[in-house]
């Protein structure tokens, strides 16, 4: 399908993000942090940005698998850096994020997928910045327990992972070391070993799924205790990867929210442009019952520009 976007994948940048943006991606740039905001070309960078949000991507920015809707560089990945969690943690004290999101690749190289290194940032990000949440969106490691035990004991305040998409389609989309029922267990797992935390998972619309698979999908995730749910729209990254079967408008995302809080999900994000850590700090108060603040942008950038998501863009297909 493909083809030309519909009018309602526009991106709303507020218009005096510029200075922020350029001192986040200056400082990143210094400290040789890569971000799953540039790695996947995130079409919500501007936004996020301007606010003080960056997702970090932890672990390396090459991944060992390869989804067919992902934008992520795959291959072989360099080993862990071992400085990797205290320049993360002092770029978090510089830009005084107090929500810090953390995400990584798949690193199927590593005999415990890379559980330790992931800890070992979360508690780096605590001791710098004692009041900061941090917000840890896990690969499967390979359903390995222990490894999931690993980042669990390093006291991350949500803890994410994607199903990406519905059963029938899963094989179809994403690489086969992973699984819909493995990322199920994991995120039933993660209840198991803290049923304190709060969990969070996603879903990309417009790949072929019918309303029966999603709605099947939202039972299987909130029936695993999934507290946040994220639907975004896919996005084709480039030519090789899968083709969008069908762009989903916006009444029926607002259809899908409504349905996923009748389900009984605390948190949701849902919209064409959403992706898992899109938000997230504003669902993570929802879901604890913390006021939400008046307005996503500050003060001094009020006024938003649009930016025509049909004109040519970069890569954007990975909800991450």
């Known amino acids: 399908m493909d083809g030309v976007k519909p009018d309602w994948l526009r991106v709303a940048v507020p218009a005096a993000a510029g200075p922020t943006v350029r001192r986040m991606g200056e400082l990143l740039r210094a400290r040789g942090l890569p971000t799953v905001c540039r790695s996947a070309h995130c079409p919500n960078l501007p936004i996020c940005w301007g606010q003080g949000t960056v997702t970090f991507m932890i672990g390396g920015d090459v991944c060992t698998?390869?989804?067919?809707?992902?934008?992520?560089?795959?291959?072989?990945?360099?080993?862990?850096?071992?400085?990797?969690?205290?320049?993360?943690?002092?770029?978090?004290?510089?830009?005084?994020?107090?929500?810090?999101?953390?995400?990584?690749?798949?690193?199927?190289?590593?005999?415990?997928?890379?559980?330790?290194?992931?800890?070992?940032?979360?508690?780096?990000?605590?001791e710098a910045v004692p009041d900061a949440l941090v917000e840890a969106l896990l690969p499967d490691?390979?359903?390995?327990?222990?490894?999931?035990?690993?980042?669990?004991?390093?006291?991350?305040?949500?803890?994410g992972h994607n199903l990406e998409t519905v059963r029938r389609l899963s094989p179809l989309v994403r690489d086969r070391r992973a699984?819909?029922?493995?990322?199920?267990?994991?995120?039933?797992?993660?209840?198991?070993?803290?049923?304190?935390?709060?969990?969070?998972?996603?879903?990309?619309?417009?790949?072929?799924?019918?309303?029966?698979?999603?709605?099947?999908?939202?039972?299987?995730?909130?029936?695993?205790?999934?507290?946040?749910?994220?639907?975004?729209?896919?996005?084709?990254?480039?030519?090789?990867?899968?083709?969008?079967?069908?762009?989903?408008?916006?009444?029926?995302?607002?259809?899908?929210?409504?349905?996923?809080?009748?389900?009984g999900f605390p948190g949701v994000v849902s919209g064409p442009m959403a992706r898992t850590s899109f938000r997230a700090a504003e669902a993570y108060r929802e879901v604890v019952g913390q006021p939400q603040p008046a307005t996503l942008c500050p003060p001094e950038a009020q006024a938003c520009l649009e930016l025509d998501s049909r004109a040519p863009k970069k890569p954007e297909g990975f909800l991450g």
């Open 179 to 263: 699984g819909y029922d493995l990322s199920l267990s994991v995120l039933r797992t993660l209840k198991e070993l803290d049923p304190r935390l709060r969990t969070k998972s996603s879903l990309l619309l417009g790949l072929g799924e019918t309303e029966d698979e999603l709605g099947e999908a939202l039972a299987d995730l909130r029936a695993a205790g999934v507290d946040i749910i994220v639907l975004g729209q896919y996005l084709r990254p480039t030519p090789r990867q899968l083709p969008v079967a069908r762009y989903v408008p916006p009444e029926e995302f607002r259809r899908w929210e409504e349905r996923a809080r009748a389900m």
């Open 65 to 126: 698998r390869a989804c067919r809707f992902c934008a992520v560089p795959h291959g072989r990945p360099e080993a862990p850096d071992p400085e990797e969690p205290g320049r993360l943690a002092r770029a978090v004290n510089e830009l005084g994020l107090r929500y810090v999101v953390l995400t990584s690749v798949d690193r199927d190289d590593l005999p415990d997928g890379g559980g330790a290194h992931y800890a070992a940032a979360i508690r780096a990000v605590r």
């Open 141 to 159: 490691f390979g359903g390995d327990r222990e490894a999931l035990r690993t980042v669990v004991a390093a006291g991350p305040t949500v803890v």
